[in-house]
């Protein structure tokens, strides 16, 4: 089953796309990791990327597009996978759809979480991340257990993103109204489109969620 997550910044896509791939054996592909991935390996890819990200504007459609692409050929996308910040505009939706007729791949779902602006300010300005195992927590949402010490891998490198700063969230959110927003109809229009309320709790978030995919029945787990 291959799901698009649809939401502005710090709509929790990546906080469920991972309880997707942890619960349910599908595959995360997130943007926006593999963009950061990029610029700290200092690829062409991320010198690009750098300093667009940090003004909270789109990285050209040529370059996602075309890093997606590749990322659906490895053999684990098989699985069936979760776009995470992508499509983020209508031209990178019609790729999408140009690039799965090709490969023979079929789109299932478009699950849109929709959260007030402020609440987002509050989520992403609280974000950070173990710099070990990439599990995601919040200041005031997700805290760690024990300060400081990752409950997972029990590491206390703790990383916040370069551009979970407010006035780069405010960017980000007027991107997403302006570009990604019209997406919605985009996907209204063909029937595949789901709006969940994603100011609720994380676990009823993913409660809804697997409700709209067990209806496939081919949901795992
Ligand atoms: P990207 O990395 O995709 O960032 P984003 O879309 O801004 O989304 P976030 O990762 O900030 O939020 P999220 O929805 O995953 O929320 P999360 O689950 O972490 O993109 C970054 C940049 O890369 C872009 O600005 C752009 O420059 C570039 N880029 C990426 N893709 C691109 C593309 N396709 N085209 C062009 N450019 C592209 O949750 C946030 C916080 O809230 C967490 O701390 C979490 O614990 C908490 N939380 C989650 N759910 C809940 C809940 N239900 N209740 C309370 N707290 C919650």
């Keep these: 089953m291959n799901v698009i997550l649809l939401g502005p910044p710090g709509a929790g896509k990546g906080t469920q796309a991972k309880l997707l791939e942890e619960r349910h054996g599908m595959v995360q592909l997130s943007t926006g990791d593999m963009l950061r991935a990029a ?7 991320g010198k690009i990327a750098e300093d667009i990200m940090k003004r909270g504007d789109l990285v050209p459609n040529d370059v996602v597009v075309s ?3 590749d990322r659906i050929d490895q053999p684990d996308a098989k699985r069936g996978f979760i776009l995470d910040g ?3 505009n209508v031209a990178q939706a019609e790729a999408l759809d140009a690039m799965l007729e090709k490969k023979g791949l079929k789109l299932d779902h478009v699950i849109q979480m929709e959260v007030d602006d402020e609440a987002l300010v ?4 609280g ?3 173990c710099g070990n195992c990439g599990a995601g927590y919040h200041d005031r949402f997700k805290p760690t257990k024990v300060a400081g010490v990752c409950d997972v891998c029990g590491s206390t490198e703790m990383v916040r993103r370069a551009d979970d700063n407010e006035t780069t969230v405010r ?3 007027a991107t997403y109204h302006k570009e990604t927003a019209p997406l919605l109809p985009y996907y209204k229009k063909r029937g595949n489109l789901v709006q969940l309320n ?3 709790p994380m676990d009823q ?3 809804e969620i697997k409700t709209v995919l067990a209806a496939d029945q081919r949901l795992s787990g």
């Excluded at 610029?39 to 890819?45: N, S």
């Excluded at 509050?122 to 300005?125: D, F, L, Q, S, Y």
Aim: glycine share 6%.
């Design 39 to 45: 610029v700290k390996a200092g690829t062409d890819v």
């Design 67 to 69: 890093i997606i692409s």
């Design 86 to 88: 992508f499509p983020r």
């Design 122 to 125: 509050e989520r992403i300005t």
């Design 127 to 129: 974000r950070f991340t």
């Design 171 to 173: 960017s980000r959110l």
């Design 198 to 200: 994603g100011m609720a």
């Design 205 to 207: 978030v993913a409660e």
